[in-house]
């Protein structure tokens, strides 16, 4: 059986961007990654690889945005209206 052909390049900034948005929430709301995995019951590396732009399951995605307190739609719409974490 052959590989599954590589994904576009636009998928991986697509999860990169969502990552960073995701990261930003996170110091927004002045949480660690480790208060975040333990809030969303997720390990630390599954926190880290979320922020970190890698392949992730949707249900990480969810738990995290319910830790954060955060409309799913604000982690994963173009314009989400994201705090600036400086």
Known sequence: MP??????EWVHDRRR?????I????R?????QEQTAERA???LSSVQR????????FSA???VAE?????????????PGAPDAE
Request: cysteine-free.
């Open 17 to 21: 961007t969502h990552g960073r948005r």
């Open 41 to 43: 019951g997720l390990s």
């Open 23 to 26: 990261q930003d929430w996170r």
């Open 3 to 8: 590989a599954p052909p590589p994904l576009p």
């Open 61 to 63: 995605v969810l738990l």
């Open 67 to 79: 830790a954060l307190g955060v409309p799913i739609g604000s982690l994963l719409s173009r314009d």
């Open 28 to 32: 927004f709301r002045g949480f660690t």
């Open 50 to 57: 979320i922020e970190a732009g890698g392949e992730i399951r």
